[in-house]
Nanobody, 124 residues
Framework: QVHLVESGGGLVQAGGSLRLSCAGS????????MGWFRQAPGKEREFVAG????????YYLDSLKGRFTISRDNALSTMYLQMHSLKPEDTAVYYC?????????????????WGQGTQVTVSS
């Protein structure tokens, strides 16, 4: 299995940027498609972005296109989520996840391993 640890969350003003990282350990990181999800207070966890094992294919929640960029560095066993033009509604706990699929997948059930989450708070 793979163990995932997120970092990079914090408090930022609206319009600011953050980069989240997800470090993997255990089994070979490139064996997995990866994704980011988020969960705001009182809401269900939702898909944010996904990336194939090679990084060649990415997929985003439509409303986030153009503001968020997912990427990965398999040599470093790390995935990233670069977030720009942050809005208060982006406030949530952000989770990274690994799927034993190699293509991009978008539902929680398709992911096998999860990190503990990192809090992102965007102030207005």
């Amino acid at each position: 299995q793979v163990h995932l640890v997120e970092s990079g969350g914090g408090l930022v003003q609206a319009g600011g940027s953050l980069r989240l990282s997800c470090a993997g350990s255990g089994r070979t990181f490139s064996n997995y498609a990866m994704g980011w999800f988020r969960q705001a207070p009182g809401k269900e966890r939702e898909f944010v972005a996904g990336i194939s094992w090679s990084g060649g294919t990415t997929y985003y929640l439509d409303s986030l296109k153009g503001r968020f960029t997912i990427s990965r560095d398999n040599a470093l066993s790390t995935m990233y989520l670069q977030m720009h033009s942050l809005k208060p509604e982006d406030t949530a706990v952000y989770y990274c996840a690994a799927s034993e699929h190699t293509i991009v997948v978008t539902t929680m059930l398709e992911y096998d391993y999860w990190g503990q989450g990192t809090q992102v708070t965007v102030s207005s």
